[in-house]
C-alpha cells in the first residue's frame, strides 16, 4: 500500500534516518518520533496506517507506547524493532496486540514484505468492518419498516430473542420477510461476528442435500475428489437458517435430530463425528402441527425446532406499513433503475392499500419496481401497477359497512398524507385541513407512528 502513512518511533537517530531513506524510496509517507511521548503526540494529531516502534527506548519503552497507541488506534497495526537478545520480550508484545516483530539488524526486503502484509491485513480488516456496518445499517431492528403494531409486538420479542441461543421458528406466508428476521436475529446476537448461513430445504434436490448440509470426506463416491464441508461446518460459531424446513425430507430428519442433540454431525462417507456449535432458526409457510399429524414431520424434531414460535402477519393485516414500504421500493428501484421516479399518484397509493397482496412483501416489491420501468413521470399512476386480476381485491363483492367503509378511506389518507409530508405532524395536519391535537388524535386511533414514515428503511 504505497503513499500509506507510517509512524517510526527509535531513539536512534541513524536508524530513524536510514528506515525514513527506505521506506520513502518505497513510496511510503513516513512520520518519525524520537520516543514515546513525541510519537504519542503525533498519533492524537494524524491516522496513522502502521507503526514500527524499537522495543527498548529511554524513557518510555516499546510494550508501553504499544499499549497508549492502541488505545489510540485499536486497529493500527504495531511492527516491534528488538535485538536478539530481548527477542522473548517482543514475543511478549505481540500478545499484547503487536502485528509483528522484526530483529535488528534487519533486511530490507524483509521489512518491506511485512509492512505489505500487515497493511493488508489493516486493509482486509476494514473491509470486514465496513461490510458489518452495512449489515448492522441494513439489518438492525430499528431500521426495519413496520409502523403496524402487530409488527412492532413482534420485534420487540425478536429483540430479547436475540441474545440468546434459543432455536426460533418463524411462521408465515411466502413473502413476509421470514429471512429479513433470520438475519436480523443473527445480527443483534453474540454470533453476529460469525457466519449466517441460510439453506432452502424445498429448493435443493433431495438426494443432493445431505451432501449440502453435511459436506462429504474424500472419496466418500465416485467423484468426491476433496473433502468439502457443508452448510453445518459453514454456519459454526455463527447462525444456521432452514427455509422452508417442512419440505426437509424424513431421512434428513432423523440425523438432523442427532445435530440439535448431540451438537455433532456426520460428513457423508465419514468415520468420525465433526462437532458444531451453531444457532438454528427455521422458518416455513406451512403448519408443522398439522405436518406432524399428516405424518410428514418427525413429531421429535418438531419440539426440537418448535422452542420459540414467531408468526409473521401478511401483509394485508398490516395495511399501514404498505405506503413505507412501496416508497422505500420506489427509492431502491428508482437508483438501480436510474430513473426519477419520486413517488405515487393518490390513485395509485389507494390501489395498492385495498389490495389484497396473495405475495406479500415479495410481490409489492415486484409491482412497484415493474411500475418504475414503466413509468414516464416522477409520480406512479394506478395504470401501471398491474396489481394481478380482481381476485385480488379486497371487495371480493362484499360490502362493507359505511362505519367500516369510512375508517378504511380515513386510515387510507392519513398514510397517503404522512407519507407525504414525510412524517412531520405539523405540514401534514395542515394538509389535511386538522389541527395538530386532532390530527395526534386520529393517528392514535389507528395507531400510525409518524416517525415511521421519516427516513428509508429496511423491508420488513
Known amino acids: 500500500m504505497p503513499s500509506a502513512k507510517i509512524l517510526v518511533v527509535d531513539d536512534d537517530l541513524g536508524l530513524r534516518t536510514l528506515m525514513k531513506v527506505r521506506l520513502e524510496a518505497a513510496g511510503y509517507n ?34 508501553t507506547l504499544l499499549g497508549k497507541l492502541l488505545g489510540i488506534h485499536p486497529t493500527l497495526p504495531v511492527i516491534i524493532l528488538t535485538a536478539h537478545g530481548t527477542i522473548a520480550s517482543a514475543v511478549e508484545a505481540t500478545k499484547k496486540g503487536a502485528y509483528d516483530y522484526l530483529t535488528k539488524p534487519f533486511d530490507p526486503k524483509d521489512l518491506l514484505h511485512r509492512l505489505e502484509k500487515a497493511l493488508e491485513v489493516r486493509r482486509l480488516k476494514g473491509e470486514v ?10 439489518y438492525d431492528f430499528a431500521n426495519i419498516i413496520a409502523s403496524s403494531e402487530k409488527m412492532q409486538q413482534i420485534l420487540r420479542q425478536v429483540t430479547q430473542i436475540a441474545a440468546t441461543d434459543s432455536t426460533v421458528c418463524l411462521y408465515g406466508e411466502s413473502g413476509t420477510g421470514k429471512e429479513l428476521i433470520a438475519r436480523a436475529l443473527h445480527v443483534a446476537s453474540r454470533r453476529a461476528s ?5 439453506i432452502n430445504c424445498g429448493a435443493i434436490p433431495e438426494g443432493l442435500l445431505e451432501n449440502e448440509l453435511f459436506g462429504h470426506v474424500k472419496g466418500a463416491y465416485t467423484g468426491a475428489d476433496r473433502t468439502q464441508h457443508g452448510f453445518m461446518q459453514q454456519a459454526d ?24 442433540q448431540e451438537r455433532e454431525f456426520y460428513s457423508v462417507g465419514a468415520s468420525q463425528p465433526t462437532k458444531v456449535d451453531v444457532r438454528l432458526v427455521v422458518a416455513t409457510n406451512q403448519d408443522l402441527a398439522k405436518a406432524v399429524a399428516a405424518g410428514k414431520f418427525r413429531e421429535d424434531l ?7 414460535p414467531i408468526s409473521l402477519p401478511p401483509l394485508r393485516e398490516r395495511s399501514e406499513d404498505i405506503p413505507l414500504l412501496a416508497q422505500h421500493f420506489v427509492q431502491k428501484f428508482s437508483r438501480e433503475i436510474g430513473k426519477e421516479v419520486r413517488g405515487f399518484a393518490a390513485d395509485a397509493l389507494q390501489h395498492l392499500m385495498l389490495y389484497d397482496w396473495p405475495g406479500n412483501v415479495r410481490e409489492l416489491a415486484n409491482v412497484v419496481e415493474r411500475a418504475i420501468v414503466l413509468a414516464t413521470h416522477e409520480l406512479i399512476t394506478s395504470d401501471l401497477l398491474l396489481l394481478g386480476n380482481k381476485e385480488g381485491q379486497r371487495s371480493r363483492g362484499e360490502v362493507l359497512t359505511l362505519r367500516e367503509a369510512r375508517e378504511q378511506f380515513e386510515k387510507t389518507y392519513l398514510v397517503q398524507v404522512l407519507t407525504t409530508m414525510k412524517g412531520n405532524v405539523s405540514r401534514a395536519a395542515g394538509l389535511a385541513g386538522k389541527d395538530r391535537a386532532e390530527f395526534y388524535k386520529l393517528l392514535r386511533k389507528y395507531t400510525l407512528d409518524p416517525g415511521a414514515f421519516k427516513g428509508e428503511k429496511a423491508v420488513g
Do not use: C, N
Open 30 to 63: 513516513v512520520t518519525l518520533a524520537e520516543g514515546g511521548v513525541e510519537a504519542l503526540a503525533r498519533a492524537t494529531e494524524e491516522v496513522y496506517e502502521l507503526a514500527i516502534v524499537d522495543l527498548k527506548m529511554e524513557g518510555m519503552d516499546g510494550i
Open 129 to 138: 468492518e465496513r461490510l458489518r456496518s452495512l449489515l448492522l445499517e441494513r
Open 194 to 198: 460469525s457466519s449466517f448461513v441460510a
Open 237 to 260: 460459531g455463527g447462525t444456521l437458517f432452514l427455509d422452508e424446513i417442512s419440505e426437509l425430507p424424513l431421512a434428513l430428519q432423523v440425523k438432523f435430530l442427532r445435530v440439535l
Open 302 to 308: 418438531y419440539y426440537r425446532v418448535h422452542v420459540v
